[in-house]
């Protein structure tokens, strides 16, 4: 099946290098407050926003959820939406892209938001790429996106801490985010929508779950697995990490399919996802180890620096 991603040569610029990938220019998340306001949003707060270092609005918004009334900032409303349609984000990530290195902001605006009661610190142990402490939207928080119409519709948000292992592996996922969505922009395009594998697994199996069982149940699943944009591998419909929906410069919609591999992969896992198309991308440390299973099954898969 073809993919037309609309992003010249794998989906990225020539001069991503397959071992370091680009130097990124930190930038900010994305939110908005209705479909109709969509598009200002995203040129206010993309990953291709003009506003400058430090140029945080000071001005608040009131918004209300049941009996609840919240004064925001912009910059904490962002937050609250990058959390939401995330997860899981790193506190150093979030510092570094949302708040552009405005560590002394950021803080300042998540014990706000803390105090609000809609979004919660938590520790990750035994993660070692970036700083363990990470943010979650509370049930709260998750509440006044829906209520206050922060996102789109078709965005989907979630709230809480998964399990330790998932969460270690989804906090990457706001930065492979970013580093994806820079480079989206640089080709002219623009972002409209993030799935995480929580939406797609729910989506597919509910449709497989409607398997005619009268239909030959492999032509079946390859039928399904199209109406996803997915690929069927070994009998078997392998998931992306994240898929990143965005318009062209001529306004049509594409998909990329991202997947963050690590050493813990095991050979037949890996080669299905290589083999499903998704554009995979690894920490430095596993990229020798990945690359070697990759050979081993002689799978041509390019491997991109997280």
């Known amino acids: 099946m073809d993919r037309p991603y609309g992003i010249s040569d ?140 922060l996102v789109s519709h078709r965005q989907a948000t979630y709230h809480g801490l998964v399990k330790p292992k998932e969460a270690r592996h989804d906090a990457d996922l706001y930065r492979l985010y970013q ?31 409607r398997m005619q069982p009268d239909k030959d149940p492999r032509y079946e699943r390859i039928f399904i697995a199209n109406q996803f944009d997915l690929r069927v591998v070994e009998g078997k419909i392998p998931i992306p990490d994240l898929r990143i929906e965005y318009e062209d410069n001529c306004r049509d919609v594409h998909r990329l399919d991202l997947e963050i591999a690590t050493r813990d992969y095991r050979p037949q896992g890996l080669g299905e996802k290589a083999k499903a198309g998704f554009h995979m991308f690894a920490r430095q440390q596993d990229h020798a180890k990945l690359r070697r299973v990759l050979d081993t099954q002689e799978i041509s898969a390019r491997i991109f620096a997280l």
Not at 19 to 30: F, T
Not at 67 to 74: A, G, T
Not at 190 to 209: I, P
């Open 179 to 209: 580093k994806v969505a820079r480079e989206i922009e640089r080709s002219g395009g623009k972002v409209r929508r993030v799935v995480l594998d929580f939406e797609l697994k729910k989506d597919l199996y509910q449709a497989l779950s």
């Open 10 to 149: 794998f989906a990225f610029p020539q001069h991503w290098d397959r071992e370091s990938g680009p130097d990124l220019v930190d930038r900010a998340g994305q939110g908005s407050r209705r479909d109709r306001e969509h598009d200002q949003a995203e040129r206010d707060t993309g990953p291709g926003s003009t506003r400058s270092r430090g140029g945080f609005d000071r001005s608040r918004t009131i918004y209300r959820a049941r009996d609840w009334e919240y004064s925001l900032r912009d910059s904490e409303v962002r937050t609250l939406t990058d959390l939401g349609k995330f997860r899981v984000v790193p506190a150093d990530d979030l510092a570094r892209f949302a708040y552009y290195g405005d560590r002394s902001q950021m803080e300042t605006d998540i014990r706000s938001l803390s105090r609000h009661g809609l979004v919660e610190r938590h520790t990750i142990e035994g993660h070692s790429s970036y700083s363990t402490k990470v943010l979650t939207l509370t049930k709260d928080g998750h509440r006044l996106l829906e209520r206050a119409q």
